[in-house]
């Protein structure tokens, strides 16, 4: 009886960090994933001659959010 309560404990702790470490796994491979779509995309089109801005006034024009 005295053994089982002193290894419970450990068995209980060392399962809870396995399951901490592949849920860790799973979100770090999950940020990687959002990353290289961020990256695979395709560059703006960047101005030839900017132009600055005038105002502190936004407008989108032919914008969509996917």
Request: proline content about 6%; aromatic content about 10%; overall charge neutral.
């Amino acid at each position: 009886m005295f053994l089982s309560v002193l290894i419970t404990p450990m068995f209980s702790q060392s399962i809870m960090r396995s399951l901490y470490l592949a849920m860790t796994f799973g979100q770090a491979s999950e940020a990687v994933d959002r990353v290289e779509t961020l990256v695979s995309r395709e560059r703006l089109i960047e101005p030839d001659s900017p132009r600055p801005m005038t105002g502190n006034a936004v407008q989108f024009r032919n914008v969509s959010f996917v």
